[in-house]
Nanobody
Framework: QVQLVESGGGLVQAGDSLRLSCAAS??????MAWFRQAPGQERELVAR????????YYADSVKGRFTTSRDTDKNTLHLQMNNLKPEDTAVYYC??????????????????WGQGTQVTVSS
């Protein structure tokens, strides 16, 4: 069993930066990802990485602004978000999958989810 705990959300102004973290207990996963869900919208994939090799996907809307990385010693996933925009406002979730995922996959393929952390960007 893997437990995921996010931290680092908050209220910032447009153009600011935030760094989200996701601490994972256990290592029964091969892929980790960040999703986000804005009010009234579907949950969308923001960034994904293979734990042993690194990032494999960024959403077009965040390319060049967001970077995901992992600290293998601390079993922690990070999402560095720069030049934040009001449209980045959402609850951000960390997810993990037991298998390697390098292509689009439905939400049900992700085995573990964090509780989410709110990111609010004011204009």
């Amino acid at each position: 069993q893997v437990q995921l705990v996010e931290s680092g959300g908050g209220l910032v102004q447009a153009g600011d930066s935030l760094r989200l973290s996701c601490a994972a207990s256990g290592r029964a996963f091969r892929t980790m990802a960040w999703f986000r869900q804005a009010p009234g919208q579907e949950r969308e994939l923001v960034a994904r990485l293979i734990w042993t090799s690194g990032p494999t996907y960024y959403a077009d809307s965040v390319k060049g602004r967001f970077t995901t990385s992992r600290d293998t010693d601390k079993n922690t996933l990070h999402l560095q978000m720069n030049n934040l925009k009001p449209e980045d406002t959402a609850v951000y979730y960390c997810a993990a999958a037991r298998r390697g995922i390098i292509t689009p996959a439905p939400l049900k393929d992700w085995d573990y989810w964090g509780q989410g952390t709110q990111v609010t960007v004011s204009s």
